[in-house]
């Protein structure tokens, strides 16, 4: 039997918790070529991205017959599923790419375009605008604990967003009210 038709030894490790959760003999057959470039396997429902491959190349893991693949978890964030952290979005995920510090951009309001905000813990489109402020206040102070990189600021009653987070809770150049922590993506 020639080793290119030998099973290679595949162990998947989810690289979030070093746990082992599928070790099987694989054709090689059924393996990409390279795991140099970004690969995405998908298992199950879900989709996992390969963050480490030892080794990396098919010659080699035919060769040894053995490859494990250290694996992430791709999370898909849909709206209805995400805990949200802010009131508003933009249009498109690299908005804030092309703008400058002095750049404002109108933002779009979530609760109008999902089903039962309230139950996402988002106001009501007929609350008031202190009620508003007071819920994206809360949930931006939730985002502020957190590092993330490229967040900017917004104000969530005049729906305009800027990419200078050195702006957050300073005064909205329309309303006054503090501005607070935005992402983009
Ligand atoms: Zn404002």
Same mark, same amino acid.
């Given at each position: 039997?020639?080793?290119?038709?030998?099973?290679?030894?595949?162990? =998947?490790?989810?690289?979030?918790?070093?746990?082992?959760? +599928?070790?099987?003999?694989?054709?090689?057959?059924?393996?990409?070529? $390279?795991?140099?470039?970004? &690969?995405?396997?998908?298992?199950?429902?879900?989709?996992?991205?390969?963050? *480490?491959?030892?080794?990396?190349?098919?010659?080699?893991? %035919?060769? $040894?017959?053995? =490859? +494990?693949?250290? =694996?992430?978890?791709?999370?898909?964030?849909?709206?209805?599923?995400?805990?949200? &952290? *802010?009131?508003?979005? %933009?249009?498109?995920?690299?908005? /804030?790419?092309?703008?400058? +510090?002095?750049?404002?951009? %109108?933002?779009?309001? =979530?609760?109008?375009?999902?089903?039962?905000?309230?139950?996402?813990?988002?106001?009501?489109?007929?609350?008031?605008?202190?009620?508003?402020?007071?819920?994206?206040? &809360?949930? $931006?102070?939730?985002?502020?604990?957190?590092?993330?990189? /490229?967040?900017?600021?917004?104000?969530?009653?005049?729906?305009?967003? /800027?990419?200078?987070?050195?702006?957050?809770? &300073?005064?909205?150049?329309?309303?006054?009210?503090?501005?607070?922590?935005?992402?983009? %993506?």
């Amino acid at each position: 039997m020639s080793w290119f038709s030998r099973k290679i030894n595949l162990t =998947l490790v989810d690289d979030a918790t070093g746990s082992v959760f +599928v070790s099987s003999m694989m054709p090689p057959g059924e393996l990409p070529d $390279s795991f140099r470039i970004n &690969t995405t396997l998908h298992l199950g429902d879900d989709d996992w991205s390969v963050v *480490q491959a030892e080794p990396e190349t098919k010659a080699e893991f %035919t060769k $040894s017959g053995k =490859l +494990v693949l250290r =694996l992430r978890k791709v999370e898909t964030v849909s709206p209805k599923s995400l805990s949200f &952290t *802010q009131l508003d979005i %933009t249009e498109r995920f690299d908005d /804030n790419q092309r703008l400058g +510090v002095d750049d404002w951009i %109108t933002t779009q309001p =979530l609760n109008a375009t999902i089903e039962n905000p309230k139950a996402s813990g988002l106001p009501q489109c007929d609350d008031d605008s202190e009620e508003v402020y007071r819920i994206a206040s &809360t949930l $931006s102070e939730l985002r502020e604990s957190i590092p993330i990189p /490229n967040d900017g600021v917004y104000c969530p009653i005049c729906h305009i967003a /800027n990419v200078d987070l050195g702006k957050l809770r &300073t005064p909205c150049p329309k309303c006054g009210r503090g501005l607070l922590k935005f992402g983009w %993506t």
